[in-house]
């Protein structure tokens, strides 16, 4: 199939992904009545904002997002890896606001007064909203790591959001001698992307692999499981040998202490490792604006009701992507943008007094193991009893040719492409 024709495929299954054709909602429905503000530009919100003026044209939707440029986790670890350029993983808010309508303002959500149905934003600003969604990914959890805070991430980065941090990873990496350790300590779930940190392993490897063969990968991880495990284990071995190790919670592998003057870490159990470059991703959250909001519960996260992800604590406050419990659903970016679609369409639905449409979401996470060989998890989420149900889903293969996951690496590509232009492109 050729690049095109394959992008083309996956534009068209993302837009049934944003759950518009769900909906059963024509692309243009006459104009609902108000203001939806929605908070945050990343792969929920951003998504949220064009659909909702895609819908509803004459809607006024406000998109507060604070970065000029949102820079993509989703192929970060290439970045790492060697295999894209930093410049590659930005997207900017133009054809949102001048061709899409959306009206970008460039500032920090502060606040949310649900009673008098306000933001306040950094400058002091009120705007006043009939629906909020918000989409403010997640923060990480500064108290959760003993020694691991904002000044640690310095020294140790977390790159869990993309940025300077996955810049300041990149150069320790390349700085680091050739025969040299890079330890990665993972978290236990749920925590955003779970293939995340082991396409990060192999895709370290991959640059080890070219510049320092010497070099090892030391995974140490909270949990005994994770995605697409037997496929990870299988690429790293066929790929790298013996170069990535994995150590999972039974054999002491959960961390519980860092040090980043010394650049080690202590185990459980009270085992030490000093490693040249250290990649910390600890626990997180929501991100703060909904736990200001009020719309999180104890475990950081925003319970949502599951149709429509409105929140189950505040009503007319719609919370989607990471910062919802949205399980069986992982908190990645193709199911952020299924639930932005869904929720725009729900939230119409609240504006016109009208019952929310039936909602199906989607997910597929590729991980690449190296340049031309990728895996991949998919699902398919339906409304069941009033819960999120998974229908059908699957992982790749085991057996697989070559050739096989050379064109998974290509659907990846066009994944990313189809994704980013969808959301943020003309
Ligand atoms: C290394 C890595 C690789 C990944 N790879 C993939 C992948 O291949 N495929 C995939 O599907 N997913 C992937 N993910 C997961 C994906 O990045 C997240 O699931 C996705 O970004 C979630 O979207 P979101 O809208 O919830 O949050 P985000 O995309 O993080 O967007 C949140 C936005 O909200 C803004 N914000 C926060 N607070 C406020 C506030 N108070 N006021 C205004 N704005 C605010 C932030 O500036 C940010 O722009 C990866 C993640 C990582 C870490």
Not at 74 to 84: D, I, Q
Not at 116 to 134: H, K, S
Not at 255 to 282: K, L, M, Y
Not at 386 to 402: D, F, M, N, Q, Y
């Amino acid at each position: 199939m050729s690049i095109d024709h394959g992008r083309r495929r996956i534009l068209a299954a993302l837009s049934a992904s944003l759950g518009l054709a769900a909906a059963g909602l024509p692309l243009r429905s006459r104009a609902a009545p108000g203001r939806v503000v929605v908070v945050g530009g990343g792969f929920g919100g951003a998504a949220a904002a064009r659909a909702l003026k895609q819908l509803s044209p004459d809607l006024d939707v406000v998109l507060i997002e604070p970065a000029a440029v949102f820079r993509t986790c989703p192929f970060s670890n290439l970045y790492l890896g060697g295999l894209r350029s930093f410049g590659s993983l930005g997207h900017h808010y133009g054809h949102l606001q001048r061709r899409h309508g959306v009206r970008v303002v460039r500032s920090m959500a502060r606040a949310v007064d649900a009673e008098q149905r306000q933001v306040r934003l950094a400058d002091g600003t009120r705007l006043g909203y009939d629906r909020l969604i918000l989409s403010p990914g997640i923060d990480l959890r500064w108290d959760a790591l003993e020694g691991y805070d904002q000044a640690a991430a310095e020294r140790l980065p977390h790159a869990w959001k993309a940025g300077a941090q996955s810049r300041l990873l990149r150069r320790q990496i390349r700085a680091m001698d050739d025969g040299g350790l890079f330890l990665m300590v993972i978290p236990d779930n749920p925590y955003r992307c779970p293939p995340g940190p082991y396409e990060r392993a192999a895709m370290v490897a991959h640059y080890f692999r070219q510049h320092k063969p010497r070099s090892k990968v030391l995974l140490l991880d909270a949990k005994d499981a994770f995605s697409k495990q037997a496929l990870f284990e299988q690429g790293w071995r066929q790929v790298y040998g013996d170069m990535i190790e994995w150590v999972g919670f039974s054999g002491d592998g959960e961390v519980v202490r860092v040090d980043a003057g010394e650049r080690s870490v202590e185990t459980a159990f009270g085992q030490r490792h000093q490693a040249a470059v250290i990649n910390v991703i600890p626990p997180q959250q929501a991100g703060y604006i909904a736990r200001q909001a009020g719309v999180t519960d104890r475990s950081g996260w925003a319970p949502v009701k599951a149709g429509t992800f409105e929140s189950s604590l505040v009503p007319n406050v719609y919370v989607i992507g990471d910062a919802a419990v949205a399980a069986p659903m992982p908190k990645s970016a193709f199911c952020a943008h299924s639930q932005a679609g869904v929720t725009a369409a729900a939230v119409l639905a609240s504006l016109a007094d009208r019952p929310p449409p039936e909602p199906v979401w989607l997910n597929t996470c590729f991980s690449l193991i190296d340049a031309d060989y990728a895996i991949s998890i998919s699902g398919h989420y339906r409304l069941v009893d009033g819960e999120i149900r998974e229908l059908a889903g699957g992982v790749s293969p085991l057996v697989a040719t070559t050739e096989f996951r050379g064109r998974e690496a290509e659907h990846a590509r066009n994944w990313y492409a189809a994704m980013t232009q969808s959301i943020w492109g003309a």
